[in-house]
């Protein structure tokens, strides 16, 4: 039996020997290898981190020492020694292991947000509940990559951690990179630790102990400085140096992002195993904006250290003065636009999706309020699904359709992203925003008329339902006319494309039909649905709309398909519930039905 099967949780670990702690962390590594290149996930950050979660799980006992994990996508070696080896069969699967820590799954796990740069504010927090209630017997320990350390609110938290008299250790995961090498003055500052080792550090000079730099390799090295810095019982920095991808020729000789999330692939040639099919929302954005550049040399983009995930290496390539790297600090990307904005420049800021509500101030306040031209880019909008609940989208179009000034597009294929991230960097009257899923974009989807500034898609039959179709869910949207036709239900399908503010055209519309039905991949609260309700509302039009998108909940990781059944966005579920919605219409007493079936979806949406 390998070492790795005997290891059912930490305190197998304490009773190794050095030399078969080293033969663990090479089982480990072949394991990662092995299983990640089957399933796809963050191989790269987790092949460097298996000596240091080693020595962490030797030196401290959790879960009374608390090990939080900054995003979390490093934390595979941490399951594993946690007694969760089986479920990597399922790795990011619906119904499997997450690819973050997970509090559902472990007692050992205590925060799943995946968004960067929030450890030591947890640990911070700990660390103080520990004080007012007199435990002096643990640890916290927060585990921050190099990357994550370029967020502001990381610094925010130091600052408050500092000079206090509690107990706190903060592991720096350094390896120089986030995808790319990490950018900026306090990356330079740690390379300078790293080389000099004595140099005076930032931490220290703000009042925290400084260890290192440590082999980040070494497990009697780590374990040496991590007792010193338990012992310490003050705040104190360990400073680790890893190496992203350490261990795989095809993580280490990757350039461009160490491996930092691969596809399934053949450990043999590192080649993937299938090949994507088509063209990406990504890659056609990267196209176009590289064309747009040609042409604008006032068009500057911004990424906050996503470079590639958001399809800007082209335009870096071809103009690398006009794309900028802040670093995870998608807050100062947004108001350093809003800054370049007031000097005549036109920035594009791209940013999945989730990572936006970072900086919703910053859209408010430092770019709406000052109408300034900034044009944003979400990708990623939407289901995404493998990466989990704090992944998804699904919030975009809720949280910032309440920004005024802000108009939002919402393309549902490769010709309308073209086209509307065109009149986006070309609207100079205050900021747009276009938002896209994740992947492949699908054949283009022609409108068959416009009808003042709507996209008419499919007009049949009499005019019983309108359908409002947001973005890429148009191939729904399509299915359920189909469906609803043969049912010999009348419908108009229809896109908007400028999803807010909304287009008056849409209540002239809901007018001449007897319902109206919405399908957006977002939030149902506060999405298209609900503003489309309101408009034709304020425009004393009495049609009734129902609103189909993602229920108010966080969702489960598992593929885009299926977390999309899940939220009834499919044209089985939008199809019987419209046709329920007429029914209940026409019979007048039925309402009652439709009442009971919202009352069933608003409950769904609260568990
Ligand atoms: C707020 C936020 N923005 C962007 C991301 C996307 N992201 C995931 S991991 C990562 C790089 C993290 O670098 P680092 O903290 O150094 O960890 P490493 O991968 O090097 O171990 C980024 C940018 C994120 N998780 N959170
Ligand atoms: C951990 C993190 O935030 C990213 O690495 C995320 O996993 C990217 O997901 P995509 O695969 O959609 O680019
Ligand atoms: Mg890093």
Same mark, same amino acid.
């Not at 092949?47 to 030196?59: N, Y």
């Not at 250290?305 to 995870?328: H, S």
């Given at each position: 039996m390998s070492l790795l099967d005997q290891v059912d949780g930490p305190a197998r670990l304490r009773g190794m020997t050095a030399d078969q702690l080293t033969e663990l962390a090479a089982e480990i590594r072949a394991f990662l290898i092995e299983r990640v290149s089957?399933?796809?996930?963050?191989?790269?950050?987790?092949?460097?981190?298996?000596?240091?979660?080693?020595?962490?799980?030797?030196?401290?006992?959790?879960p009374r020492d608390r090990l939080l994990w900054d995003t979390g996508h490093q934390s595979y070696v941490h399951k594993l020694l946690t007694g969760r080896r089986a479920g990597f069969e399922r790795l990011r699967k619906g119904g499997g292991l997450s690819g973050?820590?997970?509090?559902?799954?472990?007692e050992h796990d205590l925060v799943e947000n995946s968004h960067a740069s929030t450890a030591v504010s947890y640990a911070d927090g700990l660390a103080r509940a520990d004080a007012y209630a007199g435990r002096t017997d643990r640890s916290v320990v927060a585990v921050i990559g190099d990357g994550a350390m370029t967020g502001g609110m990381a610094w925010e938290a130091v600052n408050n951690v500092s000079g206090a008299d509690r107990p706190l250790v903060i592991v720096l995961n350094d390896n120089e990179r986030s995808y790319a090498l990490t950018p900026g003055g306090v990356a330079g500052h740690f390379g300078d630790l790293r080389s000099r080792g004595s140099a005076h550090s930032v931490f220290e000079q703000?009042?925290?102990?400084?260890?290192?730099p440590v082999d980040g390799h070494d497990i009697a090295a780590l374990q040496e400085a991590l007792r010193r810095a338990r012992d310490l019982r003050m705040p104190v920095v360990v400073h680790a140096v890893t190496e992203k991808g350490r261990g795989f020729v095809h993580t280490e000789d990757n350039e461009l992002d160490r491996g930092h999330a691969v596809k399934p692939m053949d450990p043999a040639t590192g080649r993937p195993l299938s090949s994507s099919s088509g063209t990406s929302f990504t890659a056609v954005f990267g196209e176009r904006i590289t064309e747009i550049a040609e042409r604008r040399e006032d068009v500057v983009a911004v990424t906050?250290?996503?470079?590639?995930?958001?399809?800007?290496?082209?335009?870096?390539?071809?103009?690398?003065?006009?794309?900028?790297?802040?670093?995870?600090a998608e807050q100062h990307a947004v108001t350093m636009a809003a800054g370049m904005s007031m000097g005549g420049v036109h920035p594009v800021v791209a940013i999945y999706s989730t990572f936006v509500n970072r900086a919703l101030d910053q859209v408010l306040m430092d770019v709406a309020l000052h109408r300034r031209a900034v044009t944003f880019v979400l990708d990623r909008s939407g289901v995404?699904?493998?990466?989990?609940?704090?992944?998804?989208?699904?919030?975009?179009?809720?949280?910032?359709?309440?920004?005024?000034?802000?108009?939002?597009?919402?393309?549902r294929d490769a010709t309308r992203l073209g086209e509307l991230l065109e009149e986006a960097v070309a609207w100079e009257d205050g900021p747009t925003l276009v938002r896209f899923p994740k992947?492949?974009?699908?054949?283009?989807?022609?409108?068959?008329?416009?009808?003042?500034?709507?996209?008419?898609?499919? !007009?049949?039959?009499?005019?019983?339902?309108?359908i409002v179709s947001v973005g890429v869910l148009a191939g729904v949207a399509l299915g359920v006319a189909d469906a609803l036709r043969e049912q010999g239900i009348g419908v108009t399908v229809v896109d908007p494309r400028w999803v807010a503010p909304v287009n008056p055209g849409l209540a002239d519309m809901a007018r001449r039909h007897r319902l109206?039905?919405?399908?957006?991949?977002?939030? !149902?609260?506060?999405?298209?649905?609900?503003?489309?309700?309101?408009?034709?509302?304020d425009a004393g039009v009495t049609t009734p709309v129902r609103s189909f998108g993602v229920p108010r909940r966080f969702l489960d990781h598992g593929s885009r398909a299926d977390v999309l059944s899940l939220c009834g966005l499919t044209v089985q579920?939008?199809?019987?519930?419209?046709?329920?919605?007429?029914?209940?219409?026409?019979?007048?007493?039925?309402?009652?039905?439709?009442?009971?079936?919202?009352?069933?979806?608003?409950?769904?949406?609260?568990k």
């Open positions: 089957a399933t796809g996930g963050h191989l790269g950050p987790n092949l460097g981190v298996v000596e240091l979660t080693i020595a962490l799980h030797t030196v401290f006992e959790s973050y820590p997970s509090p559902a799954e472990s703000v009042g925290l102990a400084y260890i290192g906050a250290a996503m470079l590639e995930p958001v399809g800007l290496l082209g335009m870096q390539k071809r103009f690398p003065e006009r794309v900028i790297d802040v670093g995870i995404t699904g493998d990466d989990g609940p704090s992944h998804n989208g699904v919030w975009d179009m809720s949280v910032l359709q309440v920004v005024p000034n802000l108009r939002i597009a919402a393309p992947g492949a974009v699908g054949g283009d989807v022609p409108a068959e008329a416009v009808f003042s500034g709507v996209d008419v898609l499919r !007009r049949s039959g009499p005019l019983d339902v309108l109206v039905a919405t399908v957006e991949d977002n939030s !149902r609260t506060g999405g298209v649905g609900a503003t489309t309700a309101q408009a034709v509302q579920d939008i199809s019987l519930s419209v046709s329920e919605a007429l029914a209940a219409i026409d019979g007048g007493s039925e309402d009652g039905e439709w009442d009971g079936e919202l009352a069933r979806m608003s409950t769904a949406e609260e």
